[in-house]
């Protein structure tokens, strides 16, 4: 089955600075990838996703871009700001099974003031 | 408008005991999905619906059941509780496959002693 990896598994950023978060998958057919932003004892909310068909998307402040060749992708926050203090975690379609998603493990980004 | 609901919020088990996680969605929604979230693991999909009547395992099902009578409900059986099933379990629904937005409800913390 697919397998996503996730790095780091904690970030600090300083108020104002970017914030990278990096996902790598297994399988080459995978054809969908999303990023879910969770709040302390809140639900996963999606924030951004990208198809296979496109390498960059851009959201304000967040942007993700997909290289397939490599076979991983990438969650950027510019600008950050405390309200993005939140764990956030990446997804990956298992193949081209539009049915069935894996997750990352999840990155614990905090931003200081 | 509630979204998706789930009930209840919190529940204390004993090794061995059965119990049934609700959840319901208003959005006419024809996927419908189970996830665990553990720490350091992220979400790990135990069963889907794209349907009434149409489920199917996820990567982890083994002592989970599912049904799918009507299409705003899903619930989620614990056959006979075991520790290891001590999660928080997250229900979410979407227009008609994983890579549509997926919206969770607010999640089921299960505790198995």
């Known amino acids: 089955g697919e397998n996503v990896e996730q790095h780091p598994s904690t970030l600090s950023v300083q108020e104002g600075d970017s914030a990278v978060i990096k996902c790598t998958y297994s399988d080459s057919a995978s054809n969908y990838f999303p990023w879910y932003k969770q709040e302390l004892g809140k639900r996963p909310q999606l924030i951004i996703d990208?198809?296979?068909?496109?390498g960059e998307k851009k959201d304000q402040r967040i942007a993700v871009t997909l290289n397939k060749t490599a076979k991983h992708f990438s969650l950027h926050i510019t600008e950050t700001q405390p309200e993005d203090s939140a764990v956030y975690f990446c997804?990956?379609?298992?193949?081209?099974?539009?049915?069935?998603?894996?997750f990352g493990a999840g990155t614990t980004v905090t931003v200081r003031a | 408008n509630a979204g998706v609901t789930q009930t209840p919020k919190f529940q204390v088990l004993k090794t061995g005991q059965s119990m049934t996680l609700q959840c319901a969605q208003d959005m006419n929604h024809e996927y419908m999905s189970w996830y665990r979230q553990d720490p350091g693991m992220g979400l790990r999909l135990i069963h889907y619906s794209v349907g009434a009547g149409i489920t199917d395992q996820g990567e982890v099902p083994n002592g989970y059941n599912v049904s799918r009578s009507t299409t705003e409900d899903f619930p989620l059986r614990l056959l006979s509780a075991a520790p290891s099933q001590t999660s928080v379990y997250f229900c979410?629904?979407?227009?008609?496959?994983?890579?549509?937005?997926?919206?969770f409800g607010p999640g089921t913390r299960l505790t198995v002693l």
């Open positions: 979410a629904s979407s227009y008609a496959r994983a890579t549509d937005t997926q919206y």
């Open positions: 990208i198809r296979s068909n496109v």
């Open positions: 997804a990956a379609t298992r193949g081209s099974n539009d049915y069935k998603l894996s």
